[in-house]
């Protein structure tokens, strides 16, 4: 009887592992450095990456608080032009409040402008080292697994009724990829904070690995 109990546990055991096996070789990344070659999702990893969703987070604060400043100045702006339609327009007193309305319209053009391409340059730089960070993260991904070529793919679905959609299927680069998918181990890698040492290595110049 424990004889038999014993090969029971033993069976079990052997079966899990079985199947935690079969589970990691039927992983999305399982075939990659088999065939020597990966597909990434970039798109997806921007959407999951928590420091680049972070600094998104922290832009978008920064920017409403921006906009509550500017707010500020057009209700003062707009408190002016009921003010100014008190007077008849040859009057004085409306050529002086006409006159300042001007003046704060053109300084408001200008703070806002500034404002907003301020916005633009921080928001390019983030989407800019972000994808620096993903690039490095993929080429010691592919180095560190004999990975010979990375290919960027999008791996939403596909909705039937957008035009969209069906234009970007029709002219996705990668139809299909059997189990090549390196894009959680990648998004994985990122939100660890890179590599084992806490760092990403730099790109090597021209050898990028994203296609």
């Known amino acids: 009887m424990k004889a038999l109990y014993l090969f029971s546990i ?8 079985s199947n935690q096996a079969m589970s990691q070789e039927a992983g999305p990344s399982a075939n990659s450095a088999r065939y020597g ?30 906009d509550g400043q500017l707010k500020s100045e057009r209700d003062t702006i707009a408190e002016k032009e009921q003010v100014r339609t ?13 006159e300042e ?19 633009l340059e ?26 010979g070529m990375v290919l960027r793919f999008n791996g939403d679905a596909i909705d039937p009724n957008n035009r969209e ?3 970007r299927a029709i002219n996705k680069p990668v139809v299909f990829q059997n189990n090549v998918d390196i894009t959680p181990d990648i ?3 990122l939100n660890r904070g890179g590599t084992p040492g806490g760092t990403l290595p730099a790109a090597s110049a021209g050898g990028g690995t994203l296609k």
């Open 10 to 17: 033993v069976s079990l055991s052997l079966a899990a592992l």
């Open 37 to 66: 070659y990966g597909v990434v999702d970039v798109t997806y990893i921007f959407k999951h990456y928590q420091r680049f969703t972070t600094s998104m987070d922290n832009m978008k604060k920064a920017m409403e608080s921006a």
């Open 86 to 98: 008190q007077y008849n327009p040859g009057a004085p007193e409306f050529k002086q409040i006409d």
């Open 101 to 119: 309305i001007a003046r704060l319209k053109a300084e408001f053009q200008l703070k806002a402008g500034k404002i907003r391409r301020d916005f």
């Open 122 to 147: 921080r928001e390019a730089q983030v989407y800019y080292s972000t994808y620096q960070e993903v690039s490095n993260a993929v080429q010691y991904y592919a180095q560190q697994h004999n990975i």
């Open 165 to 167: 959609d069906i234009l």
């Open 187 to 189: 998004l994985a890698l």
